[in-house]
């Protein structure tokens, strides 16, 4: 190494320090500027929204919201969203170092959600899809009694209309604030996957950045297929319960949907400027196939507590 | 089956025992001084009333502890207390047989049924076999080839759930649990015989309901049934490992509380103290209700023991 390399490695070295220790302070700053959390390269919030909230330099996927997503995934102006009014109540009175009540408010005013998740009927490259949306900014994308029944909805809604189902996962796992009605929600969306797979419907889960705990443990798991994001952290338990268990340290790449990939979890993991477009020839490879053959059966248990008429997205207040 | 070791006393028990104590001793010296007779009969009377008003009124976290008794009978002993000749089944059939889960063919009153639940063991030895309850995943795909048995020959299936959850580790990461309990919860959604489910410890999270999905659901008296455990509860919303009692009582995780919201169909009498004070009570009371149950369920076809159990579980949920 002669002189000049090592001032320009030093002039490196310090920039790579000064971008570290580059604070991200204001929210005028943050909405204008964006650091990427894996290369902290600055990006401007524009372009990384135009190249879907994807770092383009080492291709570290943001955490996306219910609402980018459908965006990025439904054709343009095709959602129609499904029981866009349904709120949670409060059936344990839960009260822990705040009501669970005031905790909502609090979840709704920073998400501009009602829920964790968005729920709706869309097209896909001019295909009918059912496609459910969660947002981890909403509450931790937890799954209470709202979340189970939105999805399960919206299952029987592509039931009844033979049409695929898509749900994007993003979710710290059950809403404890809700106890053991939480947990019954992995049971209800998982019973009413059975019958939609009885009757021969295409169901593909996407997994993306983070899904933990019962969402794991029931819809996001059950898919024909399951799609992962990349970098994405996926698993039952988290880290640092794991850690506390079994008293060692992780691999760092533990629970990412790459380790996942190679561990036989998952199908595929599709970076996100791709996942449209997979999921509708996926959908066209399976068109005609299996829904006419076997779904007189099992379509009856549709009925009951179906979905409510579906609403533009615009209508939400 | 049953134990010949005095029940070990709780910490809310400790009143009773000094009290026991005492008692104990003033026996000894019963033969020197006739007189203590008197004294020893109000102290009897006194301890059978704080006993009483004792177990009247437990905290959650009393209940929880309960729950969690060492000398808390176990799965096995249920199964043997059933049927002295019951046949168990090990493995998964794809290379593990997971100790945590425990898996057999029973008769019970003249009714056969598949017989599965979860086993945290006795001794040290025991219990680190048995993972202390916590099942792997092939634990799950164990109890899952015993459902797939179950339907085939239409024997109804009988589930006891005690654990504190499926076991958070690399391996059970690795093996993918989430998607053994999904694909449990999916399966056992739609076999068509009938399923009852008894907690008889504590019924903690995915890894209960993983063979918790059936058309009756019990719990004994002095079971929980929660979707994280306390401490989990309590060190992710208070950040605080002292605050487990606040967690249980904001959870509402006494069976009591689960039959209020509607979870479950039946709560079974313990024994007073827990079910550790007689084990041939609590199995004898917990074989009726589950007799009971079947009976009842064994009159519905295939098509509709299916679809009660799936719309019982469509019915879950607190909205508006």
Same mark, same amino acid.
């Given at each position: 190494?002669?002189?000049?390399?090592?001032?320009?490695?030093?002039?490196?070295?310090?920039?790579?320090?000064?971008?570290?220790?580059?604070?991200?302070?204001?929210?005028?700053?943050?909405?204008?500027?964006?650091?990427?959390?894996?290369?902290?390269?600055?990006?401007?919030?524009?372009?990384?929204?135009?190249?879907?909230?994807?770092?383009?330099?080492?291709?570290?996927?943001?955490?996306?919201?219910?609402?980018?997503?459908?965006?990025?995934?439904?054709?343009?102006?095709?959602?129609?969203?499904?029981?866009?009014?349904?709120?949670?109540?409060?059936?344990?009175?839960?009260?822990?170092?705040?009501?669970?009540?005031?905790?909502?408010?609090?979840?709704?005013?920073?998400?501009?959600?009602?829920?964790?998740?968005?729920?709706?009927?869309?097209?896909?490259?001019?295909?009918?899809?059912?496609?459910?949306?969660?947002?981890?900014?909403?509450?931790?994308?937890?799954?209470?009694?709202?979340?189970?029944?939105?999805?399960?909805?919206?299952?029987?809604?592509?039931?009844?209309?033979?049409?695929?189902?898509?749900?994007?996962?993003?979710?710290?796992?059950?809403?404890?604030?809700?106890?053991?009605?939480?947990?019954?929600?992995?049971?209800?969306?998982?019973?009413?996957?059975?019958?939609?797979?009885?009757?021969?419907?295409?169901?593909?889960?996407?997994?993306?950045?983070?899904?933990?705990?019962?969402?794991?443990?029931?819809?996001?798991?059950?898919?024909?297929?399951?799609?992962?994001?990349?970098?994405?952290?996926?698993?039952?338990?988290?880290?640092?319960?794991?850690?506390?268990?079994?008293?060692?340290?992780?691999?760092?790449?533990?629970?990412?949907?790459?380790?996942?990939?190679?561990?036989?979890?998952?199908?595929?993991?599709?970076?996100?400027?791709?996942?449209?477009?997979?999921?509708?020839?996926?959908?066209?490879?399976?068109?005609?196939?299996?829904?006419?053959?076997?779904?007189?059966?099992?379509?009856?248990?549709?009925?009951?507590?179906?979905?409510?008429?579906?609403?533009?997205?615009?209508?939400?207040? | 089956?049953?134990?010949?070791?005095?029940?070990?006393?709780?910490?809310?028990?400790?009143?009773?025992?000094?009290?026991?104590?005492?008692?104990?001793?003033?026996?000894?010296?019963?033969?020197?001084?006739?007189?203590?007779?008197?004294?020893?009969?109000?102290?009897?009377?006194?301890?059978?009333?704080?006993?009483?008003?004792?177990?009247?009124?437990?905290?959650?976290?009393?209940?929880?502890?309960?729950?969690?008794?060492?000398?808390?009978?176990?799965?096995?002993?249920?199964?043997?207390?059933?049927?002295?000749?019951?046949?168990?089944?090990?493995?998964?059939?794809?290379?593990?047989?997971?100790?945590?889960?425990?898996?057999?063919?029973?008769?019970?009153?003249?009714?056969?049924?598949?017989?599965?639940?979860?086993?945290?063991?006795?001794?040290?030895?025991?219990?680190?076999?048995?993972?202390?309850?916590?099942?792997?995943?092939?634990?799950?795909?164990?109890?899952?080839?015993?459902?797939?048995?179950?339907?085939?020959?239409?024997?109804?299936?009988?589930?006891?759930?005690?654990?504190? $959850? *499926?076991?958070?580790?690399?391996? !059970?990461?690795?093996? %993918?649990?989430?998607? @053994? #309990?999904?694909?449990? +919860?999916? =399966? /056992?959604?739609?076999?068509?015989?009938?399923?009852?489910?008894?907690?008889?410890?504590?019924?903690?999270?995915?890894?209960?309901?993983?063979?918790?999905?059936?058309?009756?659901?019990?719990?004994?008296?002095?079971?929980?049934?929660?979707?994280?455990?306390?401490?989990?509860?309590?060190?992710?919303?208070?950040?605080?490992?002292?605050?487990?009692?606040?967690?249980?009582?904001?959870?509402?995780?006494?069976?009591?509380?689960?039959?209020?919201?509607?979870?479950?169909?039946?709560?079974?009498?313990?024994?007073?103290? $827990? *079910?550790?004070?007689?084990?041939? !009570?609590?199995?004898? %009371?917990?074989?009726? @209700? #589950?007799?009971?149950? +079947?009976? =009842? /369920?064994?009159?519905?076809?295939?098509?509709?023991?299916?679809?009660?159990?799936?719309?019982?579980?469509?019915?879950?949920?607190?909205?508006?």
């Amino acid at each position: 190494m002669d002189l000049k390399d090592w001032f320009a490695s030093r002039q490196k070295r310090r920039e790579i320090q000064e971008v570290i220790t580059q604070p991200l302070t204001t929210e005028e700053y943050c909405a204008l500027w964006k650091q990427c959390f894996q290369c902290r390269e600055l990006l401007y919030t524009r372009d990384l929204r135009t190249n879907l909230d994807v770092c383009p330099k080492c291709d570290y996927h943001f955490r996306i919201g219910a609402l980018d997503r459908i965006e990025q995934l439904a054709d343009e102006n095709s959602f129609e969203e499904l029981d866009a009014d349904m709120r949670s109540s409060d059936p344990l009175n839960f009260f822990d170092t705040e009501a669970y009540t005031k905790r909502q408010d609090e979840a709704s005013r920073k998400s501009g959600l009602r829920e964790a998740v968005l729920t709706g009927l869309c097209k896909i490259e001019g295909q009918t899809a059912a496609l459910g949306c969660m947002d981890f900014g909403h509450f931790g994308g937890s799954m209470g009694s709202v979340v189970g029944e939105k999805v399960t909805r919206l299952t029987e809604a592509a039931l009844e209309r033979k049409s695929p189902l898509i749900v994007v996962c993003s979710s710290g796992g059950a809403r404890m604030q809700e106890g053991i009605l939480s947990l019954m929600q992995m049971a209800k969306t998982s019973s009413v996957l059975k019958t939609f797979n009885d009757a021969g419907g295409l169901y593909i889960s996407i997994l993306s950045e983070p899904t933990f705990g019962g969402v794991t443990a029931s819809f996001a798991m059950l898919g024909d297929f399951i799609i992962a994001e990349p970098g994405a952290r996926i698993g039952f338990a988290g880290r640092r319960v794991i850690e506390q268990t079994i008293r060692q340290k992780l691999p760092a790449d533990f629970q990412t949907a790459e380790y996942l990939l190679k561990h036989g979890q998952v199908d595929m993991v599709v970076s996100r400027n791709k996942l449209k477009e997979t999921l509708a020839r996926l959908i066209t490879f399976h068109q005609g196939a299996g829904t006419s053959a076997n779904a007189n059966n099992s379509s009856e248990n549709s009925n009951g507590q179906g979905s409510s008429e579906p609403k533009p997205l615009g209508a939400r207040n | 089956m049953a134990t010949d070791k005095k029940p070990i006393p709780l910490e809310f028990e400790q009143p009773l025992a000094i009290l026991a104590q005492n008692m104990d001793a003033l026996e000894k010296q019963l033969s020197d001084n006739p007189e203590l007779e008197a004294d020893l009969d109000r102290m009897q009377e006194q301890y059978n009333s704080l006993k009483r008003s004792l177990y009247l009124n437990l905290r959650p976290i009393d209940h929880l502890a309960i729950a969690r008794h060492p000398q808390r009978p176990y799965t096995r002993d249920y199964f043997s207390a059933w049927d002295p000749n019951w046949i168990e089944l090990h493995g998964d059939r794809k290379g593990v047989d997971d100790a945590a889960m425990v898996g057999g063919l029973l008769e019970i009153d003249g009714i056969k049924v598949v017989a599965v639940g979860t086993q945290k063991g006795r001794t040290l030895r025991d219990k680190q076999h048995c993972n202390f309850g916590m099942p792997q995943p092939e634990g799950y795909r164990k109890a899952l080839r015993l459902f797939r048995h179950a339907d085939k020959f239409k024997l109804p299936i009988l589930c006891l759930i005690d654990t504190q $959850g *499926a076991y958070p580790g690399i391996a !059970a990461e690795e093996h %993918n649990q989430s998607q @053994a #309990i999904a694909e449990n +919860l999916m =399966e /056992l959604a739609g076999v068509t015989v009938p399923v009852v489910a008894a907690i008889t410890g504590e019924g903690g999270s995915g890894g209960a309901l993983a063979i918790g999905v059936a058309n009756r659901i019990l719990m004994l008296e002095h079971s929980v049934y929660s979707v994280i455990t306390p401490e989990g509860c309590a060190s992710i919303l208070w950040r605080s490992n002292d605050k487990v009692s606040e967690a249980c009582q904001a959870m509402k995780m006494t069976a009591k509380e689960i039959l209020q919201l509607g979870v479950i169909d039946q709560v079974i009498k313990e024994p007073l103290g $827990g *079910a550790h004070h007689d084990y041939q !009570a609590v199995a004898a %009371n917990l074989k009726a @209700a #589950i007799v009971l149950q +079947l009976q =009842e /369920l064994l009159k519905l076809s295939p098509k509709e023991v299916r679809q009660h159990r799936q719309d019982k579980f469509r019915a879950f949920g607190s909205f508006r």
